[in-house]
């Protein structure tokens, strides 16, 4: 059981450049999310899905995409990044129980370097 | 907006103590609020979940409050060991979403 596997673990892309960073999860969770954790600053919502084929904007979302195809899978993209997008990524899934969403599960990370 | 505030950014505390660390937030009492665990260079992991009915929850050595009045969250470990050193985050429900505080970096020394 992997639980949230989120890759790649490490990256550095030059200004302007563009990537995408992937969330997957096995555990057949509804929910899944992208935060992003600066020293300081604490984990920041950019975007979310609580569903299949839903999106929605979180607190930081501008500069970034996503997209939920599959269940499974959590996309984030970067279009052109920029030196502020230097930052540890942490993807999350979760369900309802009791009518409240339950602890998030994380994945461990992914640390990217714009230059 | 829901913000979310842990007072203090390190904690240093003896073995064997119990360790508190403070949640307040502002605005309107969540329905819930979430304690995590993280170690360096990995992801928080989920402790405990209190509502606002409840007053208190334990699990194992470790528990929480929720105190609406003072619109405060208290963690407590008991009989703190070293292996309980890492940041402890708590996080607000809003909706489909959480809030998370800084954190609060815990040492505990043999």
């Known amino acids: 059981n992997a639980g949230v596997t989120q890759t790649p673990k490490f990256r550095v892309l030059k200004t302007g450049q563009s990537m995408t960073l992937l969330c997957a999860q096995d555990?057949?969770?509804?929910?899944m999310y992208w935060y992003r954790q600066d020293p300081g600053m604490g984990l920041r919502l950019i975007h979310y899905?609580?569903?299949?084929?839903?999106?929605a904007k979180g607190e930081v979302p501008d500069g970034y995409n996503v997209s939920r195809l599959k269940k499974q899978n959590f996309l984030l993209g970067l279009e052109s990044a920029a030196p502020s997008q230097t930052s540890v990524y942490f993807c999350?899934?979760?369900?309802?129980?009791?009518?409240?969403?339950?602890?998030?599960?994380f994945g461990s990370g992914t640390r990217l370097t714009v230059v | 907006s829901q913000k979310i505030e842990q007072n203090s950014e390190a904690l240093n505390i003896q073995e064997g103590k119990t360790a508190t660390l403070t949640c307040n937030y502002t605005?309107?009492?969540?329905?819930?609020l979430q304690w995590y665990r993280q170690d360096p260079g990995r992801g928080p992991v989920f402790l405990l979940l209190?509502?606002?009915?409840?007053k208190e929850k334990r699990k194992e050595r470790l528990k929480v409050t929720f105190d609406t009045t003072l619109k405060q969250s208290l963690f407590h470990i008991t009989a703190s060991q070293p292996a309980d050193s890492a940041t402890y985050l708590c996080?607000?429900?809003?909706?489909?979403?959480?809030?998370f505080g800084t954190g609060t970096s815990l040492t505990v020394i043999p």
């Open positions: 999350a899934s979760s369900y309802l129980l009791g009518g409240q969403i339950y602890g998030y599960t």
């Open positions: 555990m057949n969770h509804e929910y």
């Open positions: 899905s609580v569903g299949e084929g839903t999106t």
């Open positions: 605005n309107y009492s969540p329905a819930y």
């Open positions: 209190i509502r606002e009915n409840e």
């Open positions: 996080a607000r429900a809003t909706g489909n979403q959480f809030y």
